[in-house]
């Protein structure tokens, strides 16, 4: 009950105005509704009151991230950590938010990785070394560590893979980090044969449960996102480990084995930032749950609009000034066009005002650029891109959820190449959607490739017209192939281990 929530604490204020904790909670309950301004305002005035203290500094750094003001968030979460310097979550969320920014090279990210490992590897005592797990099962035990286990990108990633795997030879186990159920959890719950909650216990509570449980593979689906347990890895309750999914980058934790890809999004010339090895799947590593809706595409709006309409549906932290100044480029380029944005921090007034200022700083009028605030209901969300030609997807952090969903509605995803596992996510939707030449290779590419697609709709209202069709067709979207090769990684992953151990 957040507005509630607001009233008391605003009357809590004004029995006690100096009352940091106060303001500290209205901040949680501000970021929550959406005022990302205002809870800004209120994590301030916590540290105007009591400057040390350390968990407003690290959930202010969280909402300057969600606001796009990438260096200020970084900067927030550094203050966090040297008033509190094994201040875990505040070291995660600075990692995280490096993948946001064009500013941080790879090996400086993986440089403060290793000491987020090297961290919880501190907090440990004593890790496992004898494992309960049959050596020669019938099944895999796999263990699942997740607090987005419901209507979440990570949910729809899951979804059709979970119901594909009943039939492989694994014992599926859900570590949920995070109380939040909704009916996707519902459809998936019985998937599990357990399922079984770590938020309430400590780390080492968590990792005892897991190695009693007897996994022989554990998978963290979160990385240094939301509801991350990346600790408890540190405790080794299982002898493989393994980052997929969730996040596009090293987790810093050597007691972690294995990340999950592919060749397209992390070719070898990139292996060397990541301290997990690498374990590629044959042609995805991801594979998208069709959505469960009849939902029409529409034909070209551009045919009865006379202009082009590009969109991004990306989360703002995506969206930096880089981004920006490439997409002011496009709409110069482009005459008429217009450039539609939906996000959930686009419900903060003060946000969008300040996204048309920027964007009219490098000459685009305010009635081209669309602001639309995040909707609920996933089929009207869905619906939203026929109102799109082209989706323009973001740098250095690429559009996942958001690519797969445009690409199934018929909307082309016009991508940029780059360097790291994060900025390659474009590149692996794009080569197994079968739409390589919607690659740019550098950001003058990017700007001809917008220019020269924009300039004959009636290839743009051919590939509407059959891209959803193909895209179903593909590696993205074939759960039956995927849960084949997921399945056989795995029993790989676990035979090698018996070599390496010699438990045969």
Known sequence: QLEAAVRSYEQALAIKPDYPEVYYNLGNTLKELGQLGAAVKSYEKVLAIKPDYAEAQCNLGSVLKDLGLLDAAVKSFEQALIIKPDFVNAHS?????????????????????RKF????????????????????????????VSGDFRRHPVGYFLESLLSALTHQNLELIAYTTCPKFDDLSARIKPLFSEWKALFGLTDEGAAQLIHDDGIHILIDL??????????????????????WLGYCATTGLKEIDYIIADDNVLPPQIEDQFLEQIWRLPSTY????????????????????????????NNLAKINDSVIVLWGKVLLSIPNSRLILKTKQLQDLSVCENILQKFSTYGIERNRIILKEPIPEREKHLATYNEIDIALDSF????????????????????????????????GILMNAGLPHWIAHDEDDYLAKAINFSSNLKQLASIRSGLREQVLASPLFDAKQFSVDFKNALWTMWQQWLTDNNSI
């Open 117 to 144: 490992g090297v961290l919880c590897s501190k907090k440990v005592a004593a890790r496992f070394s004898d494992f309960q797990c049959s050596p020669i099962p019938k099944q895999l035990k796999i263990g699942l």
């Open 286 to 313: 991801l594979c998208f749950t069709p959505p469960n809706t009849a939902i029409k595409i529409n034909k070209l709006p551009a045919l009865h609009r006379n202009h082009i309409t590009f969109g991004s549906f």
């Open 222 to 243: 979160s990385g240094h996102t939301a509801h991350n347990r990346l600790p408890v890895f540190a405790f080794k309750p299982a002898p493989v480990q393994v980052s």
């Open 396 to 427: 250095p952090y690429c559009g996942v959820t958001t690519s797969f969903e445009a690409l199934w509605m018929g909307v082309p995803v016009l991508t940029l190449q780059g360097d790291t596992l994060v900025s390659n996510q474009g590149v």
């Open 93 to 113: 969320n600075r990692l995280l938010t490096f993948n946001y920014s064009p500013n941080y090279e790879p090996d400086f990210c993986l440089k403060e990785a």
